[in-house]
């Protein structure tokens, strides 16, 4: 049964700082992964998906990389901003589950003025 | 990215009552979800809602707690039968159009139990 954890829980930085979140998976048999964010009272905003074959993806201020023979996903936040806070979920989908997807445990994210 | 409607956005219901919940997607879309985010818990799969067919449930929940419709390709129902406080969550409806493409997520109805 695959696993997923994301580590820190919780993680306060100043504006400007860059930042790493972690995401570790126990079955890499996965299709593929997917980053979100979660503003609070609000859905999932899909922020980068990355295929199994790939080795990262990058959006705007966002670089996402999988390391999919040792279980893991980075989610690298450039020039963070206090319009950064929210938490950050990681999710994969396994090979032969037709998008089903297991989340993280998330990590939640301030960051400060 | 397809425009996901979830309604309602939150209620609060009484003890063995039931609610239903509503997802609509402004275009057809081949697969649909529905996940519990249950407090402080990140989001775990309720089953998959099958377009004319009975959905597809992950071990634990049954059809009887958690009947769901899918009579076309945007379109799809979730209800919660016989409410219980263990019931309070957020539910969520995503849709996804194929594996090569992000799963997108409605708001979410947070539900809560008197």
């Known amino acids: 049964k695959q696993e997923v954890t994301q580590i820190p829980a919780a993680l306060s930085v100043p504006e400007g700082e860059n930042l790493v979140l972690n995401c570790s998976f126990t079955?890499?048999?996965?299709?593929?992964l997917q980053w979100f964010r979660q503003d609070p009272g609000k859905g999932l905003t899909s922020l980068l998906l990355i295929q199994s074959s790939q080795r990262e993806q990058t959006s705007g201020r966002l670089n996402a990389s999988l390391d999919k023979s040792s279980g893991r996903s980075t989610l690298y936040i450039a020039a963070s901003q206090p319009g950064d806070s929210a938490t950050y979920l990681c999710?994969?989908?396994?090979?032969?589950?037709?998008?089903?997807?297991?989340f993280g445990t998330g990590t939640r994210l301030q960051v400060t003025l | 990215s397809a425009v996901i409607s979830q309604k309602p956005s939150r209620d609060i219901c009484q003890r063995g009552t039931s609610l239903t919940i509503q997802c609509q997607v402004d275009?057809?879309?081949?697969?649909m979800f529905w996940y519990r985010q249950q407090p402080g818990q990140s989001l775990t799969l309720i089953a998959t809602a099958n377009q004319g067919s009975e959905a597809t449930y992950e071990s634990g929940f049954v059809i009887d707690k958690f009947p769901i419709s899918r009579p076309n390709l945007t379109f799809s129902t979730l209800t919660v039968s016989n409410l219980s406080p263990e019931d309070s969550s957020i539910y969520l409806c995503?849709?996804?159009?194929?594996?090569?493409?992000?799963?997108?997520f409605g708001d979410g109805t947070r539900l809560s139990i008197l």
């Open positions: 079955d890499s048999a996965i299709y593929n």
């Open positions: 995503s849709v996804a159009r194929d594996r090569s493409q992000p799963q997108h």
């Open positions: 999710a994969v989908e396994n090979t032969g589950t037709a998008s089903k997807l297991t």
């Open positions: 275009s057809q879309v081949t697969m």
